[in-house]
């Protein structure tokens, strides 16, 4: 059986949709935190708690999104509805959820949790349908790599525009109105991402599930998730990708503050701040002749450079400018590679999970995808809120005790240097090699 390479409009496309999706997301991963503490007012024990029940809530609905992504059929395709209301979902949430209303406090709470979770809905509704789309494209492991490399570009070069600009427009937009200054840079950021996410949705040509995995019959989703829970690797790949979302959640949500309370040096904050998406985005573009090599071994070195970076980074203490840039770009180099072989590898295990139990659900495994984030996430930065609670970080002060900046670096570093280490251990029990995937899928197209 011949394998087709993908055709570059498409790869195109799917860079543009995964950059247009992650503009918005992107802002209320960095300044979550700090708007709902320092301008809303709440506490950060609140708002951790708010985003942890938020994440699981939203994290619960994702494997239901996945199984009502794999049975629509609509004459606009299975992915197209999904992409496009979710991107009018973020594009409206993401602006409003850096408004101010005025409520009382119990009322902004409540106004936050509403609109945080729209952003996060949305964003998961155009997230699961696009990483669905992948593995129904082609069959080729080497393509699908570049596919996820493609993809992963556009999301950090829109991350990396958005970090570069998000806090000068905050201050240009702080001259006249201090408190409409942050809904204003989300509408100008969202405004572009949602013309990339709706040209995709323009220019992307679906294939049915049937041309792209031959007959594919419905599965009821009890027995779909049975069969990923009997999937071993599937389960591995989940847990590591769990801790990493724990970690990265803490390292990025906390960079604003630790700039501002920590090194006390807010005016590095759009140098130091595209930094980890820069090195990302050479880690894509790193992806596409690295994918000659095998997948694991690959993954095993993005974690070798992410713990170095941190390690870096944790035993200079941040005392020198050029060793923080560089132990970050590695974190970006290193946490960006992960990232890409990451979503490959996750569609191997649904090619393993179908050899041993005969149940085809890949809607429903790369849904795992989402929801291992956003648990991951929420469990960070809710551990995030609860340990600057006990740092003594006091909400909306203009200085910070010595303990809160203390708490402000081991946050930033500590936690995603301890995972970096034990995700290199945990995939050393990781079998799915290139050559045993290889095996798999020469059994599976000589059963067709």
Not at 20 to 49: C, E, K, R
Not at 74 to 88: A, C, M, N, Q, S
Not at 171 to 181: G, I
Not at 238 to 264: D, E, R
Request: hydrophobic letters at 55%.
């Amino acid at each position: 059986m011949k394998e087709q390479k993908v055709p570059i409009i498409q790869k195109l496309g799917l860079m543009m949709g995964s950059g247009g999706i992650t503009g918005i997301f992107s802002l209320t991963t960095m300044l979550a935190m700090l708007f709902f503490t320092d301008l809303m007012g709440l506490s950060p024990a609140a708002v951790g708690t708010m985003i942890l029940l938020s994440k699981i809530w939203n994290a619960m609905c994702d494997p239901l999104c996945g199984a009502l992504i794999d049975r629509t059929n609509t004459r606009f395709g299975k992915v197209k509805p999904w992409l496009f209301f979710g991107g009018i979902g973020i594009f409206l949430f993401g602006v409003l959820i850096f408004v101010v209303p005025g409520f009382s406090s119990t009322g902004k709470l409540v106004w936050s949790y509403i609109t945080y979770n729209g952003v996060c809905m949305s964003f998961a509704a155009c997230t699961i349908a696009l990483i669905t789309l992948m593995p129904l494209i082609t069959r080729s492991q080497m393509e699908r790599v570049s596919l996820s490399a493609f993809s992963f570009i556009g999301q950090t070069v829109f991350a990396i525009i958005a970090t570069a600009t998000v806090m000068p427009l905050i201050t240009f937009f702080s001259r006249s109105a201090p408190v409409n200054a942050y809904w204003k840079t989300a509408l100008v950021i969202g405004g572009v991402g949602f013309l990339c996410t709706m040209f995709f949705v323009i220019v992307v040509k679906e294939k049915s599930a049937v041309q792209a995995e031959g007959e594919k019959a419905r599965t009821h989703i009890r027995d779909s998730l049975k069969a990923i829970l009997r999937n071993k690797y599937f389960v591995l790949i989940v847990a590591i990708c769990l801790a990493n979302g724990i970690a990265i959640g803490m390292h990025n949500s906390s960079m604003a503050q630790y700039l501002i309370y920590g090194l006390k040096a807010p005016e590095l904050a759009s140098l130091l701040m595209p930094i980890i998406y820069i090195g990302a985005f050479a880690a894509g573009m790193l992806a596409k002749p690295l994918a000659r090599f095998d997948k694991l071994r690959m993954a095993k070195i993005a974690f070798v450079i992410l713990a170095a970076g941190l390690a870096l980074r944790f035993f200079t203490g941040d005392a020198f400018l050029p060793a923080v840039i560089a132990g970050e770009l590695a974190v970006g180099i290193g946490s960006g590679l992960f990232n890409v072989y990451v979503i490959a590898m996750l569609m191997d295990t649904s090619e393993y999970g179908y050899k041993k139990t005969k149940v085809r659900n890949d809607g429903l495994i790369m849904s795992t995808m989402s929801f291992q984030t956003k648990i991951g996430q929420g469990l960070g930065i809710a551990l995030m809120g609860f340990w600057l609670e006990l740092g003594g970080y006091v909400s909306g002060a203009a200085e910070q005790p010595q303990s809160a900046a203390d708490a402000l670096f081991n946050i930033h570093l500590v936690p995603f240097l301890i995972v970096a280490v034990l995700s290199f251990i945990l995939l050393h029990f990781y079998k799915l090699d290139d050559k045993a995937m290889a095996e798999i899928m020469k059994e599976e197209a000589e059963a067709l």
